[in-house]
């Protein structure tokens, strides 16, 4: 049987107890298998079961992915675990505060490329903006280019949510 050598990019979610120390499990699952975590997210999505959701976004091969996907399952307070790229069509946000500082034509040309993509200015100095971006990781990806030669300085990202299409829940 031959081996699949692709990498994929896989956002996966972990529906998990919300206690003390799960993070720090599933985080030293991917540390102790060296597996690389591109994105992590983490929140409490039901207060009243003490659940939280953990997305996470890692690359590898399909055989590593299915392994992580097994490993996530095996650990005991996880209740579900979602691979959006396989098992469900899903939908992935981001969001990005973008600092770009700059003076005449780049302030200028700055302001178009935001207005573009849709980004927001939330702070304004006579030398610099720091825009507010959400969207697909591709299209802040396109956005953060776009701003390197017209000054930008810093980005904070969120990480990306990710939730299913459709009436179910994960």
């Known amino acids: 049987m031959q081996q699949n050598n ?3 990019r896989h956002t996966i979610a972990v529906l998990a107890d919300n206690e003390a120390g799960v993070l720090a ?7 102790g298998r060296g597996y690389n975590i591109e994105s992590l997210t983490v ?14 976004v890692t690359s590898g091969t399909p055989e590593v992915l299915e392994q992580i996907r097994a490993q996530l399952g095996r650990l005991v307070p996880v209740h579900r675990v979602v691979d959006w790229s396989i098992d469900k069509p899903g939908i992935e946000r981001e969001m990005a505060l973008v ?7 780049k302030r200028v040309e700055a302001l178009r490329m935001a207005d573009a993509f849709r980004a927001r200015p939330v702070d304004t100095t006579h030398t610099s903006f720091v825009f507010e971006i959400t969207g697909s990781p591709s299209k802040l990806d396109s956005f953060i280019d776009l ?15 990710a939730i299913s299409r459709g009436p179910e829940a994960m």
């Open 43 to 56: 929140a409490e999505v039901d207060p009243a079961r003490h659940t939280s959701r953990i997305t996470i």
């Open 99 to 105: 600092k770009v500082a700059g003076a005449g034509e």
């Open 6 to 8: 692709r990498t994929e």
């Open 147 to 161: 701003m390197r030669p017209l000054g930008l300085v810093e980005v904070s990202r969120t990480g990306v949510a």
């Open 25 to 31: 499990r599933v985080v030293g699952l991917f540390s």
